[in-house]
Nanobody
Framework: QVHLVESGGGLVQPGGSLRLSCSAS????????MGWYRQAPGKEREWVAT???????YYAESAEGRFTISSNSAKKEVYLQMNSLKPDDTTVYYC???????????WGQGTQVTVSS
């Protein structure tokens, strides 16, 4: 079983920055991908960014140019540096991990990000 814990969320003013972190533990012998999703109340979960193989990064259009995903495979951690935050970025952010390409997704409990003046 995989256990993911996110941290780093909080309240920030528009235009500000936050850095989210996610740490994996449990039965994680290898990591195929780690990523970030977000979900607002009453809406579907939305993909934000993914890093595959620890180096190939992919971003949703909403994140491109503002967010940067990175990971540390040795620590089994993934990060999301979020800059130029907007009120529309306000929601709960979830960490995702796949141990192999065909593996099911493992999810963290989420961390709240609020962008407001």
């Amino acid at each position: 079983q995989v256990h993911l814990v996110e941290s780093g969320g909080g309240l920030v003013q528009p235009g500000g920055s936050l850095r989210l972190s996610c740490s994996a533990s449990g039965f994680v012998r290898s990591i195929y991908s780690m990523g970030w999703y977000r979900q607002a109340p009453g809406k579907e979960r939305e993909w934000v960014a993914t890093v595959i193989g620890g180096r190939n990064t992919y971003y949703a259009e909403s994140a491109e140019g503002r967010f940067t995903i990175s990971s540390n495979s040795a620590k089994k951690e993934v990060y999301l540096q979020m800059n130029s935050l907007k009120p529309d970025d306000t929601t709960v952010y979830y960490c995702d991990l796949k141990r192999s390409k065909g593996d099911e997704d493992s999810w963290g409990q989420g961390t709240q990000v609020t962008v407001s003046s």
